[in-house]
């Protein structure tokens, strides 16, 4: 079953992102800006369509899309950015 806007959570690990853009380049929607100092930022996560290829494709698996595993490492619940 799909999920609805509101059940599409999306963080970034900016302690394990090494700025490879991968997330960037790879996101069908452009959910992601890139920053001068090169990390990625969620601008619009509202174009989410939680298709994964980001979480996916992370190398250092920096990106966590489940609500649960978000919480369960400590981070905000409130980590939809």
Known sequence: MA???DQIYLW????WCKRCGICSTVCPKKVFDVLPNG??????????????LCYALCPDYAIFTEKEDIIALGFKEDAKI
């Open 39 to 52: 990390y990625p930022r969620i601008a619009r996560m509202e174009a989410c369509i939680d298709c994964g």
């Open 12 to 15: 970034i690990n900016l302690k």
């Open 3 to 5: 999920k609805t806007k």
